[in-house]
């Protein structure tokens, strides 16, 4: 009789999903799928509302990245309030939300790496949850926990002071920002005492680097080949190639390296990209016009943006840089694991980054907005936490919006997180009767390297709600487990 | 000059002008009592009975009934209070109140409101109303979801010539506010904040000028609502 295994929730993911395995009478995989249950309807619930108060709207999509909807709604905006792209806005409007994105990089990768992903590098993939969670690490490694928390803090209190707020704030509007950086905010960060100043937080970001590079020299079989999947790659880059999490233009490379979207405008992605609806999912499929359905899915994040981009515009992160491409010789890196080697170079190059537009006194001066001649259409993309984010908003001659699109992160990974599943099922889950904690936890951690958000809930603590069913072909529950 | 009219609130004794109501005078005399349709300075309507005290055991609205010699009002009673919350949470539940991505939230009264008096989920059912926006206006935009119809516009605002703008259509449930777009296209910047500025909600809004005074800066970030009165509460 074959049989259907479902894992649900997935925990230890920012939201729920729930994966099912359809083995056939042998035991062989014969389907799998990674379901997104959650609908939040964003895109109507903004219709008629004024254009102005998407990024304040659509922010609320998520607790966990807000900031990265609310400045790419404000970018959109930007276009449609005549003050163009990128370099339109004054010096000081760019590099307060700039201040501010790099906040969100660095708490969100600190909260997924140190809260999320450590326990199962601590504790083992196949270790017991009841100690393989972040009071296990907090218990057992207690230093690398207070510096995860400290981290994380750290860039919610820059979200704070340019957005008004650490979780849904104000600061971006169209055209610019409503509040510059005064000296005195900005020497909290700067000479702020032990541990909480920029220079502690690079040391520490280093720090997080090289844990994950020792870990790798004990565990290169695990993390090399672990849900390890050749991939096209999706990100923003500056116009020279460098890596850039505000802004830029599209750039799609193959598994190979080949670049396959060549710089594109953001404002012309509907050209190049389109998405797919399948009826057993609420999240849609991007792809690659050009490739098709089929083959042009890509993966965004981390990963992907080191494999796209020709180089890291911070010192000590193009470092670590030189090392990751080498380790690839060059070439795009296509294992799922390595993603959060990435996304420790990043959180380095993100301390980085802030340090420098610290000590910029363009974030002192008073010119915040641009205005010029307003137009019905925008579109802003963002480098989010977790990857490429879309917003495109049209609006009418009374202001209100008619139609908003957004593609958020984890829609651009959906197709790449179904075949890390796949992956999974079939190294670890086929041909097993028997159904055991380490596996259910295999098929997660494979999901959870895309850090996926799949819903606005923030259940990131607590014990782990995990179930296991087991449906017959005819879809009886024949088992159950919790654990 | 006419003599003062002695009273008492909640004990306190107090002194008014002739004619003055108990809003206006509890005010000047440092006495906080909570109010929402009515402004200083313009005629009463007594419409949404957040003033409501206690005078000789009857519940009467502070903002339309004057003064008078030797009577002993009682406000800060926890009947009143629990009164006054009952109106805050249906306010809330009539309209759709969104706070979150609602850009009057800081400088809002209502708002201002539920957290002075410490308003959780509301006891009552969300009625989530279908309401309009009315965005045809090139100066403010109507949003009917936060209207709480209190009429201060209709009542005190008019454009440089002396002209209404603002309008109630419709009857009872139906009733709604309405804007001349027409009139108010000629508004200039500060006819149209102030017209934003009369509205105690979010239901009168500048066009193209939102969320521009950071979080922190605005009306009640810091301080409840009615702290610039000194308060018996
Ligand atoms: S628009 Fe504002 S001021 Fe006018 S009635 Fe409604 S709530 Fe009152
Ligand atoms: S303020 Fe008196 S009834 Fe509204």
Redesign the pocket.
């Known amino acids: 009789m074959a049989k259907k295994i479902t894992i649900e929730p997935v925990t230890r993911v920012e939201g729920h999903g729930k994966v099912t395995i359809h083995l056939d009478d042998e035991g062989n995989v014969v389907q799998s799928r990674l379901h997104i249950v959650e609908f939040r309807g964003f895109e109507r619930f903004v219709q008629g509302r004024p254009y102005w108060e998407a990024p304040v709207l659509v922010q609320r999509l998520c607790g966990i990245c807000p900031v990265s909807h609310h400045l790419a709604a404000a970018k959109a905006l930007d276009v449609i309030v005549g003050a163009g792209t990128g370099d339109g806005l004054t010096p000081t409007g760019e590099k307060m939300r700039r201040l501010m994105h790099y906040g969100q990089i660095f708490q969100s990768h600190a909260l997924h790496f140190f809260h999320l992903v450590s326990p199962d590098l601590l504790f083992g993939i196949d270790a017991d949850p009841a100690i393989r969670n972040i009071i296990g690490v907090a218990l057992k490694f207690k230093d690398l926990a207070v510096q995860g928390v400290m981290m994380r803090k750290f860039g919610q209190e820059i979200i704070e002071v340019t957005a008004g707020k650490k979780i849904h704030g104000t600061g971006a509007i169209p055209g610019g920002i409503n509040k510059n950086l005064s000296i005195e905010e900005r020497d909290i960060f700067l000479k702020g005492p032990d541990p909480m100043n920029i220079d502690k937080m690079i040391s520490w970001s280093q720090d997080a680097v090289n844990f994950f590079k020792d870990y790798h020299k004990k565990h290169r079989e695990l993390i090399d080949t672990f849900a390890a999947f050749p991939s096209s790659h999706l990100s923003l880059v500056r116009k020279d190639g460098a890596m850039d999490l505000y802004d830029g233009v599209i750039r799609a490379v193959d598994a190979e390296g080949k670049k396959i979207l060549h710089d594109i405008d953001p404002q012309d992605y509907l050209k190049y990209i389109a998405e797919e609806v399948k009826n057993w999912s609420y999240m849609k499929f991007p792809y690659l016009i050009e490739y098709g359905k089929k083959d042009g899915w890509y993966r965004v994040g981390p990963l992907a943006r080191l494999n796209t981009a020709d180089f890291i515009p911070s010192p000590l992160a193009q470092k670590e840089f030189e090392q990751f491409k080498a380790y690839t010789n060059g070439k795009p890196n296509n294992m799922s694991m390595h993603m959060h080697w990435a996304r420790l170079i990043e959180t380095l190059h993100a301390a980085e980054m802030m340090k420098e537009l610290l000590n910029d006194p363009d974030l002192q001066k008073d010119d915040l907005v641009t205005k010029g001649t307003k137009v019905k259409e925008g579109v802003g993309l963002l480098e989010a936490p977790r990857g490429t984010l879309f917003h495109h908003y049209r609006i009418n001659d009374n202001d209100q919006i008619t139609m908003a699109n957004l593609i958020v992160s984890t829609t651009n990974n959906n197709e790449p997180m179904n075949v890390a599943v796949r992956c999974v099922a079939d190294s670890m889950i086929a041909g097993q009767k028997e159904i055991i904690e380490g596996m259910m936890n295999a098929v997660e951690v494979a999901i959870r390297a895309y850090d996926p958000c799949l819903s606005c809930a923030t259940h990131a603590l607590g014990k782990m709600p995990l179930e296991v069913s087991l449906f017959d072909s005819n879809n009886n529950l024949i088992d159950k487990k919790r654990s | 000059m006419s003599e003062k009219i002695k009273f008492t609130i909640d004990g306190k004794e107090c002194f008014a002008e002739p004619g003055q109501n108990i809003?206006d005078a509890a005010t000047d005399n440092g006495v906080y009592i909570p109010?929402?349709?009515?402004m200083r300075g313009i005629k009463?309507?007594?419409?949404?009975?957040?003033?409501n005290v206690k005078i000789a055991g009857r519940l009467m609205?502070?903002?339309?009934t004057p003064v008078e010699h030797g009577m002993d009002i009682e406000n800060d009673i926890p009947e009143i209070q629990g009164l006054r919350l009952a109106i805050i949470e249906m306010l809330f539940v009539e309209g759709n109140h969104f706070c979150p991505a609602c850009e009057k939230s800081g400088n809002c009264e209502l708002q201002a409101l539920a957290y002075r008096y410490q308003m959780m989920v509301p006891r009552f059912p969300y009625e989530f109303p279908v309401k309009e926006i009315d965005a045809s206006s090139p100066k403010l935009i109507i949003d009917r979801n936060r209207c709480i119809l209190?009429k201060r516009c209709i009542r005190s605002f008019t454009d440089e010539n002396g002209k209404n703008i603002f309008a109630f259509k419709k009857r009872g449930h139906k009733l709604q506010i309405n804007i001349d777009a027409k009139l108010s296209a000629n508004l200039s910047d500060e006819m149209a904040q102030k017209a934003m500025d009369i509205c105690p909600v979010g239901a009168i809004i500048r066009k193209e000028k939102g969320f521009d005074q950071p979080i922190g800066t605005r009306k009640y970030d810091k301080v409840p609502i009615g702290s610039d009165i000194k308060s018996v509460i």
């Open positions: 809003l109010a929402l349709c009515h009463p309507a007594g419409s949404c009975r957040l003033c609205t502070a903002c339309t209190c």
